[in-house]
């Protein structure tokens, strides 16, 4: 009986020990963008369709930050996220960002298409030009019934 105690223990302690390292590894893995390190941009959208809180932000297919919130602006209707990106990665101001998606069957994300401009966005700063997601079969209607 207390052999089988003392064996349940050290599996429970096992389990427990496996957990935290695998804890301390994945917060290794992925570099913190809470707090220093990192700065807030503002953008708002027509529709956030696709995308939620801790979805990534990419610049060339690179992950380079997440929304950290998302509200709904009452005076024009529109969503406004707020985008915790790296620092010592200069946007440019005139930049665009665009819902997009990983894949047909979803998995969707910002992309940041840097802009041309020698002015970079600053934490606080807005991202004016953005794109919602357009979806395949948004696309088909609106070509058959634009013509």
Known sequence: MISENRFELLVGLAVLILSGGFLIYLLQLEPSLNGEGSYEVKAKFQSAQGVSVGTDVRLAGVK??????????????SAELILQLRSG??????????????SLLGG????ITPGGSLAYLQDGDYLYDTQSYVGLIQLLTNFFFSQ
């Open 64 to 77: 380079i930050g997440t929304i950290e919130s998302m509200t709904l602006d009452s005076d024009d209707y």
């Open 108 to 111: 969707h994300f910002i992309e």
């Open 89 to 102: 990665i200069q946007i440019p101001d005139d930049s665009l960002a665009a819902i997009a998606s990983a």
